[in-house]
Nanobody, 127 residues
Framework: QVQLVESGGGLVQAGGSLRLSCAAS????????MGWFRQAPGKEREFVSA????????YYVDSVKGRFTISRDNAKNTVYLQMNSLKPEDTAVYYC????????????????????WGKGTLVTVSS
């Protein structure tokens, strides 16, 4: 089992920044890809960004490219999502997720691709 705990959400004005953290524990060595997803009220959970533990290759949905940066600290088993130039449409509950599949060649994920989930952290961007 892998446990994921997110932190760092909050209320921020449009144009502001937040950094989300996801601390992983348990059998983290069994996971290959860490991802961030978000779910706004009345919408489906959508992929935001992902990073591979090995090599650190990163992936982003088009709507956050150039504004969000995902990173990882392997020693701390922690993944971060730095979010800059936030917009009201970024408002959502942000979830950290982990996959036990290598997904060679994959550059985008859906919720069903992931094996473990955190409980989420709310990000609210006011206009």
């Amino acid at each position: 089992q892998v446990q994921l705990v997110e932190s760092g959400g909050g209320l921020v004005q449009a144009g502001g920044s937040l950094r989300l953290s996801c601390a992983a524990s348990g059998r983290t060595f069994s996971t290959y890809v860490m991802g961030w997803f978000r779910q706004a009220p009345g919408k489906e959970r959508e992929f935001v960004s992902a990073i591979r533990w090995s090599g650190g290759r990163t992936y982003y949905v088009d709507s956050v490219k150039g504004r969000f940066t995902i990173s990882r600290d392997n020693a701390k088993n922690t993944v971060y999502l730095q979010m800059n130039s936030l917009k009201p449409e970024d408002t959502a509950v942000y979830y950290c997720a982990a996959s036990q599949t290598q997904w060679i060649g994959k550059v985008s994920w859906v919720a069903n691709d992931m094996d473990y989930w955190g409980k989420g952290t709310l990000v609210t961007v006011s206009s």
